[in-house]
């Protein structure tokens, strides 16, 4: 199973930064694409960054140019947020398509998610 363990939230001004850490662990075969979802009080979860094996990005347009996304070694990925936006207030949810043997199935993987609140 893969077990993926959130870092980097808090409460922050308009304007400012945060950097969201999470990394990956567990017994699996191969770990694919990783990536950074959201979700705000009554709506629904949304993709904000998602990072290939092979470094391929894509954003949701409401963060091209303020966040990056970044897959600092296999197992770890990244989310540089700048310029952030009192509606960047969210849960993230870090999320990992693994396989956990040879042959098997690629199958998502959430964690726990992590607050980012973002002041006016």
């Known amino acids: 199973q893969v077990q993926l363990v959130e870092s980097g939230g808090g409460l922050v001004q308009t304007g400012g930064s945060l950097r969201l850490s999470c990394a990956a662990s567990?017994?699996?075969?191969?770990?694919?694409?990783m990536g950074w979802y959201r979700q705000a009080p009554g709506k629904q979860r949304e993709l904000v960054a998602r990072?290939?094996?092979?470094?391929?990005t894509n954003y949701a347009d409401s963060v091209k140019g303020r966040f990056t996304i970044s897959r600092d070694n296999h197992n770890t990925v990244s989310l540089q947020m700048n310029s952030l936006k009192p509606e960047d207030t969210a849960v993230y949810h870090c999320n990992a398509d693994a396989t956990i043997y040879y042959g098997g199935r690629t199958l998502g993987y959430w964690g726990q998610g992590t607050q980012v609140t973002v002041s006016s």
């Open positions: 990072i290939t094996s092979g470094l391929n």
């Open positions: 567990g017994s699996f075969f191969s770990l694919n694409a």
